[in-house]
Each structure stands twice: as structure tokens, then as C-alpha cells.
């Protein structure tokens, strides 16, 4: 098959660029992104328990946490429980951010070094309710 020179000088270099690529990132992935314990938290969040919901978050966090996790993953809307109506139901046991809820999981990321991540719908005195949410860009709503 015949190629023209500029072809070849294409092919040629767009290899290089590929092999120099790939080599800076096989020489740097150690340092881009180094490797970490994750782990999702699982417990059945009771409905309108608040506190009683946030000691078993807590508990699950630092269970994790003493096996050298270092992000600690819990159920959405963990913090208040699952089933409801309408929002209507769900304002009484709604926390606010900073709350009792980062609070005392701030407690448990500072005593460990780990993080922790959980969907929640929260309130908030400017916006009232909110409820976190992304969308296929990852970018944040609330």
C-alpha cells in the first residue's frame, strides 16, 4: 500500500505523541491517583429519627474507619429515613448544613483522617427545602 510521506510523517508522530503519553502516565499514575479503602455503609435508616439516625451513621462511619477506610459511603436521605409522601412529611426532621449531621460526622472524619458522602435533603433558612442532587455532567444542585 502506498502512503505519502506526509502520511507517514502523521502516523509516525501521532505514535510518538501516543507512546510519550502513555508512558508519562504510566511514570505519574502513582502520584495522580493514589489508591484508598472505600466503603458503602449499610443500615436501614429508621423514619423520623434523627438522632437515633445520626448515632448509627456515626457507628457505621467509625466501623469502617477502624479497618483503615478512608471514604465512607452511606444510603440517601440517611440521616431522616426513606418512605414518605410529600415533602410535607418530611420538614419536622429535616437538619440544616453545618447541622447535627456534619457535625458529628466531622467529629469522626477529623478523630479517623477519612471523609464520608451520603445523599440527604436538608433545609435551609434562605433556599427552605433542598434536596442534593447531580446530574449526568456531575455537576451539584442544592
Keep these: 500500500m502506498y502512503l ?34 472505600a466503603a458503602a455503609v449499610a443500615y436501614d435508616p429508621a423514619w423520623g429519627d434523627l438522632d437515633g439516625n445520626i448515632e448509627r451513621m456515626v457507628i457505621g462511619v467509625e466501623n469502617v474507619a477502624k479497618q483503615d477506610v478512608k471514604l465512607a459511603v452511606l444510603p440517601e436521605t440517611a440521616n431522616m429515613g426513606y418512605i414518605f409522601d410529600d415533602f410535607a412529611m418530611v420538614r ?40 442534593f442532587s447531580t446530574d449526568r455532567s456531575r455537576r451539584l444542585y442544592w
Design 4 to 37: 505519502c510521506l506526509g502520511v507517514k510523517f502523521r502516523l509516525a508522530l501521532m505514535g510518538l505523541i501516543t507512546l510519550g503519553a502513555v508512558s508519562y502516565v504510566q511514570a505519574n499514575s502513582a502520584k495522580v491517583l493514589p489508591s484508598f479503602k
Design 92 to 131: 419536622p426532621f429535616l437538619d440544616t448544613v453545618p447541622g447535627k449531621t456534619t457535625d458529628a460526622l466531622l467529629k469522626v472524619a477529623q478523630k479517623y483522617v477519612c471523609g464520608s458522602g451520603t445523599g440527604r435533603t436538608r433545609s435551609s433558612e434562605r433556599f427552605g427545602l433542598q434536596h
